[in-house]
């Protein structure tokens, strides 16, 4: 059965760390690209942060560059989102999503949904004093 599946969401203070995983199950991660994605409910979702299948190349949206880095563990069949400095708005839920292939990441990163291939079911993160 092909699934993503996150975890490590939780409530942090401000200034605060999380780190989240993405364990996937039913195919490897190699064949892949992968992104984090947030989202707010009335907003619209938001790329954050996207790693290729090789793991050599990532992608930040300007609103986590600095704070926030993606790592893959391609051997547990594992991404990492290693969140630092967490403010209020980050608050989101957070999923992560699987595109087989390299395409550039800045354009898998604002790819709607229906344009990735299998989706997580998403983490709570809540930033707040």
């Known amino acids: 059965q092909v699934q993503l599946v996150e975890s490590g969401g939780g409530l942090v203070q401000p200034g605060g760390s999380l780190r989240l995983s993405c364990a996937a199950s039913?195919?490897?991660?190699?064949?892949?690209?992968v992104g984090w994605f947030r989202q707010v409910p009335g907003k619209e979702r938001e790329g954050v942060s996207c790693?290729?299948?090789?793991?050599?190349?990532?992608y930040y949206a300007d609103s986590v560059k600095g704070r926030f880095t993606i790592s893959a563990d391609n051997a547990k069949n594992i991404v990492y989102l290693q969140m630092n400095s967490l403010k209020p708005e980050d608050t989101a839920v957070y999923y992560c999503?699987?595109?087989?292939?390299?395409?550039?990441?800045?354009?898998?990163?604002?790819?709607?949904?229906?344009?990735?291939?299998?989706w997580g079911k998403g983490t709570l993160v809540t930033v707040s004093s």
């Open positions: 999503a699987a595109l087989r292939g390299s395409p550039p990441l800045d354009r898998v990163c604002q790819l709607p949904k229906g344009g990735l291939d299998y």
């Open positions: 039913g195919f490897t991660l190699d064949d892949y690209s």
């Open positions: 790693i290729s299948s090789s793991v050599s190349e990532t």
